[in-house]
């Protein structure tokens, strides 16, 4: 059984410099409390592994707002021109990655795989420096997997044991992140008595998750 832990000390033990996993779709699914208090606790130069950096004020937004993050790995960065900004300026590093790719290099590094084989960006600059392989008469890039200290996840309901219930498409990249770090941290907006969710609604189980922060009650 977990005790679900306060939201403060759920994001104290990020460290200064953590590579953190964040889920999410332009701010879809995202775990929007972990992340503000990310930002109200101040913890910088943080490497970001996220589908995108949706929109300025917006989900993972907010940390690129704060300037706490020192390097981000994303499908794409389109929607937020800050995050362009800093990019162009060098404050920012920024590896784009296509995103069927980023996903496949996020459950490998689930999985305990070295990476995957795509076809995906052979011949374009995606491939600069990396590795390939031939199969079947056919080029792949070699993608190697992508893991995290933390990884911070938006579920629907947990129960006390931690299983999570995602829904619709906020479970996105959650379910993916929540296997691909050393301490999963996850956000529910309820948390309900073992049993309360069907064992078949169960999509991350929950030994998978170590750190469970509830529902704020209201002052």
């Known amino acids: ?128 420096g990396k590795q390939t392989a031939e199969v079947g008469g056919l080029t792949y890039l070699i993608e190697t997997a992508l893991k995290a200290d933390f990884s911070l996840i938006s579920a629907k309901r947990a129960d006390y044991y931690g299983n999570l219930e995602y829904t619709l498409t906020a479970r996105n990249f959650n379910p993916l992140m929540a296997m691909a770090a050393e301490t999963t941290i996850a956000e529910a907006e309820s948390i309900v008595p073992v049993g309360m969710i069907a064992p078949d609604s169960v999509v991350t189980p929950g030994v998978l998750v170590r750190v469970l922060v509830g529902k704020e009650r209201a002052a």
């Open 1 to 128: 059984m977990k005790k679900a832990v306060p939201l403060e000390q759920a994001v104290a033990m990020i460290p200064e410099g953590a590579t953190v996993m964040v889920g999410g779709f332009m701010g879809v699914g995202c775990p929007s409390r972990l992340i503000n208090e990310l930002v109200r606790q101040k913890r910088g130069r943080l490497t970001l592994i996220s589908n995108d950096t949706a929109r300025p004020g917006v989900g993972v937004g907010r940390l690129i707002d704060a300037g706490l993050v020192a390097k981000v790995i994303a499908s794409h960065i389109g929607t937020n021109p800050e995050t362009q900004r800093l990019m162009l300026a060098g404050d920012l590093d920024v590896e784009l990655v296509p995103q069927g790719t980023l996903a496949e290099r996020v459950r490998a590094g689930g999985f305990g795989l070295g990476g995957v084989l795509t076809p995906t960006g052979v011949g374009t600059l995606v491939a600069a």
